[in-house]
């Protein structure tokens, strides 16, 4: 389902020690949410799992999605980059006609369905205008 990169992986057990949680209690819980400038937005928490989360784990860290956002999520991968003028979770979602420029959200692909918008005008490089 979902492909976690060892510098993601990394980083988030650096989020879970620097926070106290033990990575077998609480893992990245993974959702999306309607909003954002796309339409539908990435949302990230640390929490425990829900019994009826799908689980990922990968070098002894867990991310955890629901049920409702599987749909969205499937096939994502997840890395982690360190840069100077961005940094942080990145997701690459094959599920995406567009996405933001910020990356933060993005419009959901629909089985033989046209993206929402004009290709020639609107390409997900401009965030929230």
């Excluded at 961005?86 to 567009?98: L, M, Q, T, V, W």
């Excluded at 692909?109 to 046209?114: I, N, V």
């Amino acid at each position: 389902m979902i492909t976690i990169t060892d510098a993601a992986a990394t980083e988030l057990r650096n989020m879970l020690d620097s926070r106290g949680v033990s990575p077998e209690d609480e893992g990245l819980r993974l959702f999306v949410e309607k909003g954002g400038c796309a339409g539908m937005s990435y949302a990230m928490k640390v929490s425990p799992p829900e019994a009826t989360d799908t689980v990922v784990e990968k070098n002894g860290v867990k991310v955890f999605v629901d049920k409702e956002s599987e749909e969205y999520l499937a096939g994502i991968n997840l890395d982690y980059v360190d840069a100077l003028n961005d940094s942080g979770f990145k997701i690459e979602n094959p599920n995406a006609a567009r996405s933001c420029g910020c990356g933060t959200s993005f419009e959901p692909t629909h089985a033989e369905a046209e993206p929402e918008y004009d290709p020639e005008t609107m390409d997900g490089s401009v965030c929230g205008n």
